[in-house]
Structures are given as structure tokens and as C-alpha cells.
């Protein structure tokens, strides 16, 4: 994870133009990050996967591939206690389909995507990486990666496109 964040911080500091499925984008993406996360604030998670706690480790929070000038694309992961706050808030409504072990980490800037890790440590899929569509049903969001580290580098290596969603048309 380490290493994915120091290339980050590396080649996409400063804006610059990407491609998506073989079209060069109209904008230019950036990845920003905070600074590091607080035991504390580690602490107050429950279950962490290992890359996730790697993550928090280098930054609390970060926008990855985001829209350098309009902020309508790309991914942001939010801190610790934002993820926590946000989980319980999105848990509470009467609609949610969220499960007790799920912890979402952040959200798609310019859409409702969610970013849900997977923290039931006895479960199969600990630490996967789901895709939370908010108007569909639990059974249609995508597994994106097996893990956070699997979803970065994919991530880094489609330069901030929806892998996940290689069906329907980018849609900036």
C-alpha cells in the first residue's frame, strides 16, 4: 500500500490529463492526501483489514483521480471517523441493506457510489471492496476487488476509470 500511495503522490500530484477507455478525458485529475491517520482514530474501527489500516496509516483521507477543476470525478476516501459516521448514518435509514461488518470508506465525487470494505473478520469475503449503488439492491452492487490494495492498483492502473463497470459508457 505504501508504495501505491508513493507513486501516487508521485505522478499525480499535480494535474494532468488521463485516459479512459481509450478516449483522453476533457479534464485533468489530481490524487491529494492528508496526513496521517491517529492510533486513536484506528482504534475506534472495528475488524480493519490489514491494507485498510495501511492506508489510514499514510493518509486519513484523499481524493484520488479527481476532477482538478469542477470535482465531478474520482474517489474519495474519507478518515476513520468519517467512514465510521457516515456507516451508522447510512445504516440507520430504514432502507439501508448495509450488514453490521460493512464500514463504507468513502464516496464517487459527482455521483451517489459508495465504497464499502467488507470487516467481518470470521467471513470468507473480509476485506472485499463493493461498489453500494444506492438505488439498487445489495445483490447488484459490484465486488469490485478481494481486497483494498487489489482495488487501488486497479484504480491507479484504469487512471481513475470505473473498471468495475466496463458495461456502460464514462459518462464525463
Not at 499514510?58 to 481524493?63: K, T
Not at 477543476?69 to 474519495?76: A, D, F, M, V
Not at 435509514?93 to 467481518?120: M, P, W
Amino acid at each position: 500500500m505504501n508504495k501505491i500511495i508513493s507513486e501516487l503522490k508521485l505522478h499525480w500530484s499535480n494535474p494532468k490529463s488521463a485516459v479512459h477507455r481509450g478516449k483522453q478525458i476533457p479534464f485533468k485529475l489530481v490524487c491529494k492526501f492528508g496526513t496521517p491517520a491517529i492510533m486513536d482514530e484506528l482504534a475506534a474501527v472495528k475488524h480493519l483489514p490489514a491494507d485498510l489500516r495501511l492506508f489510514w496509516q499514510e493518509a486519513r483521507e484523499a481524493d484520488l483521480f479527481a476532477d482538478s477543476q469542477h470535482g465531478q470525478w474520482g474517489l474519495r476516501v474519507w478518515s476513520p471517523g468519517r467512514s465510521v459516521e457516515k456507516t451508522a448514518e447510512l445504516r440507520s435509514l430504514s432502507d439501508t441493506e448495509l450488514d453490521i461488518y460493512d464500514l463504507i470508506i468513502g464516496e464517487f465525487l459527482g455521483d451517489s457510489e459508495l465504497l464499502l470494505v467488507r470487516c467481518d473478520p470470521r467471513a470468507a469475503d473480509f476485506g472485499q471492496v463493493v461498489v453500494v449503488l444506492p438505488i439498487d439492491a445489495r445483490k447488484d452492487w459490484p465486488i469490485a476487488a478481494s481486497n483494498l490494495s487489489e482495488f487501488i492498483a486497479k484504480y491507479v492502473e484504469s487512471s481513475g476509470d470505473k473498471f468495475w463497470d466496463r458495461s456502460s459508457r464514462t459518462t464525463h
